[in-house]
């Protein structure tokens, strides 16, 4: 691997050299051609320079030993190896107890959340350790290999902590600031409890805490793990000590780990079934996303190393002694408050048939008359998908029932009177099944008056429509006319949303723009910045027409995984 010293600053590595002797010493393989550089996407990036002709394959350029990786899988096998060695010692502070107290006072529910946890105790035991480095104990221990790759985490770039303010996305951030600064507190508190001659809160501040939460979560990859047959596992289990997997299963189920991996078949090898495992990958983590990527990682089936490949069409194009980005694809679409949340950046668009997606949330109050009670009632967020491409936006209504909160519907005060009737019907509850239905009514109004989106547990028989009480949202799309003799139909409201929405657009953009936002924050500016693009853009292709047609998104660029997997969920209730 080639590294320049003097003009490639590797964040979180002091010394280039020592950084290439931990990459050789954990076995990392780099092809020649392979190096580090400064990225014209931002940052660092891996650059692959072209030596030969003639590639008739995709090309391998980086290998990755499974041992390297990072996931909860392979922290629960280090962590029950720390236990083992630890009965060897009698130490105060032993390894795997303090990282037993982290885990119980952080509570990791998800993968990511596990990473951080585990990160975080490495980062405190390292501190620790060179407190106490005198001692044997800590001058050998198996969590220095971590030392390096702790630095890294600590040097990335992320969003930081920032102010709040009232845009809806940025304020959703900074609910996820404090529910981790809560988070740190708890551990502060329980580990000076345990281990009152320190002072914990010095060696790792919230700030870094949160650091390390944001740039564990920028740099995971979600990576193919081979799980083997039963048949294949009990092949194994026979020359395999079977106490230690039954320890980490048992350990699994003590963190309640909820499996949030998704399940692929491999169809090539029927004995295994493969799962992605949310993982940190050293080296593989510096390659950059850009949407028409040139490369992509794999497993390697034989010895699960993680390997980098770069596709040969690439390599075709290029000439003997070009030089160029090595780029992954981080996700197929780039919802770009997912992107903002997860990578703490804004990706490019790259060509015409390229497109982003953007949530606009929707100031429902102001577009529609007792707005924010009737879609709460209907259970219609009051936000909408724009789709972006590098010439048009596109309102995305499918799948979306937004256009209901602009027919004729008004806001029944007495739903309470029938309330239990409509509760028992909405729930499949018999008849005689025994409800506090004073107790329902005062969950409903909270919901009515809290800051929910819907309302959960119960029809919406808060809302009237042609006189009567609506007892089901699809009575009331059957309802509809065809937009003939006086009657209302579907494609009359959406034409009417359509309208409030390119209104809310121009009188958004004529407050000029965020000062403060902009401001205060590179990328939560140039998020601000988008985020106008996409309302002028939108307006703009109104403008040509005047025909809400034209802006709403085709069907054939509609996808499925548009509007099921990037829409964000409901603020809701749960009664039950």
């Not at 032993?94 to 105790?121: C, D, G, N, R, W």
């Not at 509809?480 to 809310?504: A, E, P, R, W």
């Amino acid at each position: 691997m080639y590294v320049t010293p003097s003009n490639i600053i590797i964040p979180g590595v002091s010394d280039n050299q020592s950084f290439v002797k931990w990459v050789d010493s954990h076995k990392i393989q780099l092809a020649t051609e392979l190096s580090i550089g400064q990225s014209s996407l931002g940052g660092i990036g891996l650059y692959y320079e072209k030596c030969q002709e003639d590639f008739l394959e995709d090309l391998e350029i980086l290998r990755i030993p499974n041992s390297c990786k990072i996931d909860y899988m392979s922290l629960l096998k280090l962590l029950d190896e720390l236990k083992t060695r630890d009965g060897t010692f009698d130490e105060e502070v032993k390894e795997s107890q303090f990282i037993v107290h982290v885990l119980t006072a952080m509570e990791p529910s998800t993968e990511t959340h596990i990473l951080h946890s585990y990160i975080v105790a490495f980062y405190l035991l390292k501190q620790l350790r060179q407190t106490l480095k005198e001692l044997k104990y800590f001058s050998e221990s198996p969590l220095i290999e971590y030392d390096q790759y702790l630095d890294i985490l600590c040097g990335t770039y992320t969003l930081g902590i920032f102010r709040d303010n009232d845009d809806p996305f940025v304020s959703r951030l900074s609910k996820g600031i404090r529910k981790s600064q809560d988070l740190y507190e708890v551990l502060m508190e329980l580990l000076n409890e345990t281990y009152d001659k320190y002072r914990f809160e010095d060696w790792l501040t919230f700030e870094m805490f949160y650091q390390l939460q944001q740039a564990i979560q920028s740099r995971t990859l979600e990576i193919p793990h081979q799980e083997k047959s039963t048949e294949a596992q009990e092949e194994d289990n026979e020359v395999k000590d079977q106490d230690t997997h039954t320890e980490i299963d048992g350990n699994l189920q003590n963190l309640s780990l909820e499996d949030t991996s998704n399940e692929v078949t491999n169809s090539q090898d029927e004995q295994s079934d493969f799962h992605v495992n949310v993982t940190l990958v050293p080296v593989l983590d510096f390659a950059n996303h850009i949407h028409n990527n040139n490369a992509y990682f794999d497993v390697d089936k034989k010895c699960d190393d993680i390997i980098l490949k770069l596709k040969h069409d690439t390599l075709k194009e290029k000439k003997i002694g070009d030089k160029f980005e090595v780029t992954i694809s981080y996700s197929p679409v780039e919802s770009i408050q997912h992107f903002i949340n997860t990578y703490g950046f804004i990706p490019s668009i790259v060509n015409d048939t390229h497109y982003q997606l953007f949530e606009l949330k929707l100031p429902i109050e102001e577009m529609a008359s007792n707005g924010s009670l009737i879609s709460k009632w209907l259970g219609v967020v009051p936000q909408v998908q724009i789709i972006r491409g590098a010439r048009k936006s596109y309102i995305n209504l499918f799948n979306n029932r937004l256009p209901l909160v602009f027919a004729d519907l008004t806001y029944n005060p007495h739903w309470n009177e029938d309330l239990e009737s409509h509760f028992k019907l909405f729930n499949e509850l018999p008849d005689d099944y025994e409800v506090d239905i004073s107790e329902v009514e005062e969950l409903v109004r909270l919901q009515e008056d809290g800051p929910y989106d819907i309302i959960s547990g119960v029809g919406p028989i808060g809302l009237r429509y042609d006189g009567k009480v609506l007892q089901d949202v699809g009575e009331l799309t059957l309802s509809l006319g065809d937009g003939t003799n006086g009657t209302v139909s579907f494609d009359d409201l959406v034409k009417k949303c359509v309208g409030q929405i390119i209104h809310y657009c121009l009188d958004f953009l004529a407050k000029g723009s965020n000062d403060l936002l902009e401001k205060s924050h590179l990328v939560l500016s140039e998020y601000s910045q988008y985020q106008r693009e996409v309302m002028q853009n939108l307006v703009d292709c109104y403008d040509d027409t005047n025909d809400y047609n034209d802006i709403l998104l085709p069907e054939s660029l509609g996808q499925t995984e548009w509007e099921v997997s990037f829409r964000s969920l409901p603020r809701q209730m749960d009664i039950y």
